[in-house]
């Protein structure tokens, strides 16, 4: 009922409407790195509204003119915030399969189950309809990959846990130096984060290179943290 | 005539006619003049002006410079650096460094004799804290992010075409134990890289800085992950040693009336006999007075784990009216990083935070190709 301010019997009987609260909805984890396109050449026959997933990066750690850069492609791991508290301190990766995360789309259920299959070229490369990428399980299983991306985070959580008590107290004695201690002594974290480097290098990209010469993962500091980048051999069809 | 290939300040490579040897000879530039131009003062966009002497020696990474927009200089070999901009850093250094040296030279023999050594020691430890966290947070990368990691599509002459219009979006994320009130994860057209909460990209720098809290004019440089902490506790230890600029030159001017065998007998000779007390005084208060200001806004800032630039943005609000921090709804701002403690949010910002490596590690050799230190120009979203 409208209220007429010239009618008192309106205006004051005039309850208005109880504020609905609004409706939040969940939020779900996806790989915000992805997008579709729609404009793509098909090797199949696919309805013009099906869009190409884009979920595989030109591989811009290698120049330009380079071999590397040419024949390979990069699958970024977006980072997760929901994993730890202190997530704007402590880097974390998404341990889901590149492709099953809670938002991916995966497709009707016959085409998650085919695993990774490209369907059109889009910016001279393949890709396919779903999230999957050709990094899991084409080049890494499951397993393999969940081992990596844990081993990482935790590498990650115990140089950076703002609790860790020898974080703490280095910390401490940096302060009471003016900030000069950590340029003299590496602090306890740096240590921990250039033993992350030297996992990657020596450990997990030696097992890569066995499988394929082209499979290695991109180092985190090169990437800033801001993705755990995995370097794959260039799609065919 | 021999080809010879030089490193341009912008990482291309460019190959020239090597000059006869004969003559038109390029005399080797003196030790003296390289030492200064590439390693205590580099400006990047002058580099290679100064390395045609050796124009195949690798170059460092703070010696490239990708476009005009980067206003970096770099000293001591990459490992400190500022803004060419008006240097108000150095004004602020001048300002720190002309009370304390006034106040050993014409008050600490008095309060040495007459008060207690003490406190003429635990000044000069809080100054020199004061003045070395200053330099820190002055000239240390506060935790720039590289450029160029996250570029979706293959580009040709520097320019993406047909941006995704996903990369134009903000995107919410779950948060640790939040599914209804994330996290924010949003592009830089400019950096080209999808930034973490808290990350923000500062206009004067022209640099996305990893929890960038503000640009400081006073340390000429952005306030970030990797130096707020040097902030915090440069600016408690400025206002601890202004306390004492004020309070010991106050006792050293008033000190007459407790010594009944002084030759001072009122105010005003007393000022005439230490005028330089006064001068501390006036000092202290008026260079103190902001510091002071800032220090009870960072605290009330880190007992919340919220930076300047969230608490303008969303709390406090764009229109000037003060929102609810707590507001729920679509345009409510939810600090998901606040703790619920005080003093887990003062830790964490004071001393909990751990020092992360450089994310670009300037004193290294520049990689031809290397993509960072390459200008990109920003995506659009439709061609003009």
Redesign the interface.
Known sequence: MTANINDPNTKYAHKPEPQE??T??????FN??E???S?YKSNQSITTDTSLV?NH??N???????LQHSSTRIV?I????????????I?QFSVHVPGKEPAALTGSSSEADQGYEVSGVF??NWFGLTSLTPLVPGWLSVEEFTAIVTRINQLLYD??????YR??FQ??L???S???L?LLVN????KK??ELESYIDTDVNVKLAEKCKGLKVIPL???????LDFQVPRPHQ | MQPQTSVLSNGETQVTQGSSSTSFETKPMPFIHRFITNWLITDPSLSEKYHHDVPSQAKKNYQIQPHEEMKFIYFFGGRWRSLKQKPINLVTGVLAIIPAVIFWIFESSWVWHQISPSLVIIFTYFWVLSFTLFVRSSVSDPGVLPRNIHIPVSFKQSKVDHAPDEYFNTIALPYYKSEYDGVTVKYCTTCHIWRPPRTSHCGVCNSCCSNHDHHCIFLNNCVGYRNYKYFLWFLLTAVLSSFFIIILPFIHLFHYKLVASSEIHSIHQSIRENPMSLFLIIYGFLCGAYPFLLLCFHLFLTACNITTREYLNYVHGSNGQATSKHKQGSDGFINVFDTRSAWKNLYINWLGRPTRLAAVKLSEDFQQGDLRFKKVYPLETFEV
């Open positions: 609260t609004p939040k909805d969940k939020l779900l984890f915000y790195h997008f579709l396109t404009d884009v990066f030109p811009n750690y290698e120049a330009k003119e380079s970024r977006p980072r997760v915030y929901d994993t730890n508290r202190y997530s704007d301190v880097p910016d001279d140089a950076l846990n703002p609790f860790d974080n703490a910390s401490v940096d302060v009471m003016g900030g000069t950590s602090p306890y974290s740096k984060l250039l500091r090169q990437s800033g943290y801001l993705s």
